[in-house]
């Protein structure tokens, strides 16, 4: 069993950034491929960015974020982060990280992740 936990969220204005943190008990994040995902109030769910292991320094990102967010971990301290910059208002909502082992076709797909957050609440606004 893994239990993740999603840090760093809160209000920040637009055009600025903010980096969220992952972190996991239970097992070493290392082992998963970790995908980050948002919803609105009475929105589905959706893809933001994930990585796999198995794909090296490449991550996947939604078109919306794709240029403005990036994915990294730090191995040592068990940690993925999404580094969100010009962050703008539509940008506001939930943010969840997800622990799973995804194929290549299924990374985008929240159904392919086993383990989630309670997720974090991201705020863009002046």
């Known amino acids: 069993q893994v239990q993740l936990v999603e840090s760093g969220g809160g209000l920040v204005q637009p055009g600025g950034s903010l980096r969220l943190s992952c972190t996991a008990s239970?097992?070493?994040?290392?082992?998963?491929?970790v995908g980050w995902f948002r919803q609105a109030p009475g929105k589905e769910r959706e893809f933001v960015g994930a990585?796999?292991?198995?794909?090296?320094?490449?991550?996947h990102y939604a078109d919306s974020v794709k240029g403005r967010f990036t994915i990294s971990r730090n191995n040592a301290k068990d940690t993925v982060y999404l580094e969100k910059n010009t962050l703008n208002p539509e940008d506001t909502t939930l943010y969840y990280c997800?622990?799973?082992?995804?194929?290549?076709?299924?990374?985008?797909?929240?159904?392919?992740?086993?383990?989630w957050g309670q997720g974090t609440q991201v705020t863009v606004s002046s």
């Open positions: 997800a622990a799973g082992q995804p194929i290549l076709g299924a990374v985008r797909s929240e159904t392919a992740y086993r383990y």
């Open positions: 239970g097992r070493t994040l290392s082992q998963y491929a």
């Open positions: 990585h796999r292991r198995s794909d090296g320094n490449r991550s």
